[in-house]
C-alpha cells in the first residue's frame, strides 16, 4: 500500500482548514499558499471533500471553503478513502478481486488480514483534531 499524493495533500487541505478554522471561508489560494500547493490540485481535492460533506463553501469571488464538520469528527480514515483506489496491502484483499485460487490453503493470508486490521483501527482513530494537535500515536496500541 502506498498513500499517493492526492491522498496526503487531501489531508494536507483538511487539516489546514482545520487550523484556519475561525468559521469564516477560506479561500482556496490561501490554502494552496500555505501549503505549497498548486491552484490547480486544491481544486481538484476541494470538490471531492465537498461531495463527502467533509467541506463546505463557494467558489467565485468572495468565496472560499471551511469544515463541514468538527475536526473531532473527521478521520484520516475517511478521507484516505475517498482519494486512493485502495488501502489494501495486497491484491487479494480488495473489494471486488476475483477470489485467489490458493485462498484455503494460503499460509500468508492471516499475516495480510491481520495488518489491514491494523492500519484499518489506526487510521479510523486518528482525527483531524489529532493531527493538527500532534496528538499522533507514533506505536501501534498508544
Same mark, same amino acid.
Given at each position: 500500500?502506498?498513500?499517493s499524493?492526492r491522498?496526503?495533500?487531501a489531508?494536507?487541505?483538511a487539516?489546514?482548514?482545520a487550523?484556519?478554522n475561525d468559521?469564516s471561508?477560506i479561500?482556496?489560494?490561501?490554502?494552496?499558499?500555505?501549503?505549497?500547493l498548486s491552484?490547480g490540485?486544491?481544486?481538484r481535492?476541494i &470538490? /471531492?471533500?465537498?461531495?463527502?460533506?467533509? @467541506?463546505?463553501?463557494?467558489?467565485?469571488?468572495g468565496?472560499?471553503y471551511r !469544515?463541514?464538520r468538527?475536526?473531532?469528527d473527521c478521520t484520516?480514515?475517511?478521507i484516505?478513502?475517498l482519494t486512493?483506489e485502495?488501502?489494501? &496491502? /495486497?491484491?487479494c484483499?480488495?473489494?471486488? @478481486?476475483e477470489?485467489?485460487?490458493?485462498?484455503?490453503?494460503?499460509?500468508? !493470508?492471516?499475516?495480510?488480514k491481520?495488518l489491514?486490521?491494523?492500519v484499518d483501527?489506526y487510521?479510523?482513530?486518528?482525527t483531524i483534531?489529532?493531527v493538527i494537535?500532534?496528538?499522533?500515536?507514533q506505536?501501534?496500541?498508544q
Amino acid at each position: 500500500m502506498m498513500i499517493s499524493t492526492r491522498g496526503r495533500y487531501a489531508l494536507r487541505v483538511a487539516c489546514d482548514l482545520a487550523v484556519h478554522n475561525d468559521g469564516s471561508l477560506i479561500p482556496m489560494r490561501d490554502i494552496a499558499d500555505r501549503q505549497g500547493l498548486s491552484l490547480g490540485y486544491v481544486a481538484r481535492i476541494i &470538490p /471531492v471533500l465537498s461531495r463527502a460533506g467533509i @467541506v463546505e463553501g463557494t467558489s467565485g469571488k468572495g468565496g472560499g471553503y471551511r !469544515l463541514k464538520r468538527a475536526a473531532k469528527d473527521c478521520t484520516v480514515a475517511e478521507i484516505l478513502r475517498l482519494t486512493e483506489e485502495s488501502l489494501t &496491502p /495486497v491484491k487479494c484483499l480488495e473489494k471486488g @478481486v476475483e477470489p485467489c485460487d490458493r485462498r484455503d490453503c494460503c499460509l500468508t !493470508l492471516p499475516v495480510w488480514k491481520g495488518l489491514q486490521k491494523v492500519v484499518d483501527d489506526y487510521l479510523q482513530n486518528v482525527t483531524i483534531e489529532d493531527v493538527i494537535e500532534k496528538r499522533v500515536p507514533q506505536k501501534v496500541g498508544q
